[in-house]
């Protein structure tokens, strides 16, 4: 359905006769105070009134009868619309050497990175959580049980929460990966898309796994929840919500810590409210929605 608000505008010249100029300000301002709505439409539903609007008021993503506006993760509806807070490990040891980690687990937090998992526990704390989702890999995992300390509800964990499988290039210290595997570390950095080890390409099943993680998540009972996992996925989490592909994966960076929020309406429409917030990170800062 295409809309167009229509409006008047009327000329006033000075030589206009009283009766005439009188006339003319009466049309002005009773279009001014009723403007209308024309639309076009294909539908054979009818006309939209405010009722229907009103109805649709959750299925649109606040905006009134747009259709494709952004598409459907899902591809069903949702039984109600969800607000979904995406948030990466803390510091591991791995990061702070310079390694690829990838699927591996044998990267863990470090101190500094309990500090920052406690931190963003602190951020969140006045926010209603219906679920917990984490990687079980442990440098999430840990992550997770700092965040969720306290919380009734138990920690769900989930595979398709884990971090892209980089084969050979884990555990290697990012310097030497580039030494001894040219082609395929520039690769992975500069076109990660195309990367790929033995016919298998990690980013474009990592596109695959992301929306296997959205729908368990989306599909949970509840309206608010949190998901605790690694840099790749979260970019993932986020390309495909967007309806991004792999090739605009470096597009998103995501900090230890970072914090991004997503609002699904109905139709399981995502929108992006914030992306990697890190005030928390350098203040007390607690964020209230």
Same mark, same amino acid.
């Given at each position: 359905m295409v809309c167009e608000a229509l409006s008047l505008t009327i000329h006033f010249f000075t030589n206009l006769a009283s009766n005439d100029a009188k006339l003319a300000t009466n049309r002005y301002n009773l279009c001014r105070s009723t403007p209308r709505i024309r639309c076009s439409s294909s539908s054979a539903e009818g006309p939209v009134t405010a009722d229907k609007l009103?109805? =649709?008021?959750a299925l649109t993503g606040s905006a009134y009868d747009f259709e494709?506006?952004?598409?459907?993760?899902?591809?069903?509806?949702?039984s109600s619309p969800k607000k979904v807070i995406l948030v990466r490990h803390g510091l591991s040891t791995w990061n702070e050497e310079g390694r690829v980690q990838g699927s591996s687990n044998l990267s863990v937090l470090t101190e500094a990175g309990v500090k920052q998992a406690e931190r963003c526990r602190h951020a969140?704390?006045?926010?209603?959580? =219906?679920?917990c989702f984490s990687s079980p890999i442990s440098r999430a995992k840990t992550t997770a049980e700092v965040l969720w300390q306290g919380r009734e509800e138990p920690l769900v964990f989930l595979d398709s929460l884990k971090e892209a499988h980089l084969f050979f290039l884990e555990g290697m210290k990012n310097v030497d990966a580039k030494v001894i595997y040219p082609k395929e570390y520039i690769t992975w950095r500069e076109d990660p898309a195309n990367f790929y080890v033995n016919g298998v390409y990690p980013l474009r099943r990592l596109w695959a796994t992301a929306r296997d993680a959205w729908r368990e998540i989306l599909f949970t009972p509840g309206e608010s929840f949190l998901v605790v996992t690694h840099k790749s996925i979260v970019r993932a989490l986020i390309c495909t919500a967007l309806g991004l592909p792999p090739e605009r994966f470096r597009s998103i960076d995501v900090n230890n810590g970072g914090i991004s929020t997503f609002v699904f309406n109905k139709r399981g429409e995502a929108m992006l409210k914030s992306l990697n917030m890190t005030a928390h990170m350098y203040s007390d800062h607690v964020y209230l929605s």
């Open positions: 009103e109805n =649709d008021y494709r506006g952004t598409i459907s993760i899902t591809r069903e509806s949702l969140l704390a006045n926010m209603h959580f =219906d679920q």
